[in-house]
């Protein structure tokens, strides 16, 4: 089976909160494993006193030096996702070489759209497959193109000196996005993965997403026949006034509502043109009565497809619930059992032997190198006590000298950001002193 490279650009207006919002794991979504949510990790530093992924869009924007005013509509940002097929995702985490392909991605993005315009990259391991989301900065100092209504005019004008400008047009156009995907897949060739079939329109859809889109077909059916529902209420109560106006005008002849017998009824009191706007108006009424007809039946044939599906999920649900339910009355707590030893086995690389004495509540000391999934650094053990801890009626976690693993690769994490910090600022200071003696 071919391995391809994944590689999607998206426009984002302002500050792109949402989206912020969900590659922070501020906001929790249903495909996320909050048991590895501490897994997930910022492959780009922020600057100095930015916290955040949006707040490091504008600082960006503040700091470009841009010739022009940004727009309150404009683009301030594009969203990257960066990943492959999932077979090759997992080939290239069970090989080790999960930190050299964000290394690698990072270093493309920035070779492509520059270093100081790439302010953010988050590798995120709590979804199915490895993914990292990024965020540029559409900053490009290329001479501005003409727009077509421009091409033919005659006025010269004074031509601005060129600068910095937000432009995410000039960075996805449909050449660039072509030639992205194929530089991507170049660079990512050492991993086995190649580019996707060019112009290839296949995409999969997911269960959630098929939902979404058949209800918002059905709603956008829904609001169409609401509108021309409007629609004919309006010309039936204009043929009303005129019915009304021709009684009192004595007219004595019944009026059908047909379209044939109400031009006949009236014809012989109008002018040749209001006898054809009567038509005309006779004509949308049975257009529209048609249109409202077919709407109303593929409404009804998606809605039964929609509540058919959801059926379907919903049995299967069920089903996986029951069977939890009688695995957990006849072996009570193997389903926390067999969660906590597959974190241990595939997070945090425990060998089986020592996972089967923590499931049977024994302490192991053990000695040598302990590096978690996606630690680039080992941690190392001089007869360290590794135990067990059921923390609630779901979940036992494992610790580490009677401490949390999630809080020890989180503080070392902290540390390692602190020091990080602090040697660049102490390189900055040092860049600084070192111009003023020049």
Known sequence: MANFVVLHLEKAKG?????????????????????????????????????????????????????????????????????????????????????????????????????????????????????IHATVVPIVTVTRRKKKSEEN?????????????????????????????????NAMHSFGVERGIDGSEARHIYTREYYTEQYRKAKNLKEDIYLLVEQKEKVTEDLSKLKSELKQNTLKKDISNASSNVARAIGSLFSTKDQQIIEKLNKQIIEKGKVIDTLKKTICANENLIQTEKDKVDSAIEELRNFKQEIEHWYPGICVNVDFANRCSKSYRIKDEIIKQLLNGKRVVCSGQFRPMGEKVPFELDNAVFSSKITSKDHRTLLINGELVADIIKNRREQWNLERKMKEAMERAQRVSSGMRM
Request: aromatic share 6%; proline share 2%; glycine share 4%.
């Open 15 to 131: 500050a792109d909160t949402k989206m912020s919002a969900h590659i922070e794991r501020t906001f929790i979504a249903g495909n996320v494993d909050g048991s590895r949510i501490h897994l997930d990790r910022e492959l780009i530093a922020f600057p100095e006193g930015v916290k955040s992924r949006s707040a490091a869009i504008e600082y960006r924007i503040e700091n470009a030096k841009l010739k022009r005013k940004v727009g309150k509509n404009q683009v301030h940002a594009i969203r990257i996702m960066l990943s492959a097929s999932p077979e090759a995702m997992e080939r290239v985490e069970q090989e080790g070489r999960l930190d050299d392909w964000c290394e690698q991605s990072v270093e493309w993005m920035q070779e492509t759209f520059g270093t100081e315009n790439l302010v953010s990259a988050v590798l995120h391991l709590d979804e199915k497959t490895p993914h």
């Open 153 to 185: 005019v005659k006025k010269h004008y004074c031509k601005k000196a060129d600068g910095a400008r937000l432009c995410a047009d000039d960075i996805m156009t449909q050449a660039k996005l072509k030639n992205y995907q194929t530089s991507y897949a």
